[in-house]
């Protein structure tokens, strides 16, 4: 449990050193957009590495505009529908784009 709390708080460590150097990118109009949409994508990372259902690891995402791209593998259907829902879950959230595969267990 301390490993998810120390992979939380080393993702939110990485957006805030990262962040002042930040210009505006991929499309968005303001630095204020940029910034929320990193919020919003440490947000929804952390709240993963939180959910035992969910290995983050294995889970991208990315946020433009408040839509949130996820993709990556999932084990099951059950885990790609709670990454889902944890990312719907976070303030700021406009939509979510689930591109998550589910890997054939092999």
């Known amino acids: 449990m301390q490993v998810r ?8 460590a990485t957006t805030l050193i990262v962040l002042p150097g930040c210009a505006v990118t991929r499309g968005q109009s303001t630095v204020g957009e940029y910034i929320d949409d990193s919020t919003i994508t440490t947000q929804v990372k952390a709240r993963m590495v939180e959910d035992k259902q969910v290995d983050a690891a294995a889970i991208s995402v990315e946020t433009l505009n408040g839509t949130v791209l996820l993709s990556g593998f999932a084990k099951s259907s059950a885990e790609r529908d709670a990454a889902e829902s944890i990312a719907r879950g976070v303030k700021g959230v406009k939509a979510v784009k ?9």
């Open 5 to 12: 709390h120390a992979l939380a708080a080393a993702l939110a």
């Open 98 to 106: 689930n591109e998550i595969s589910v890997r054939a267990a092999g």
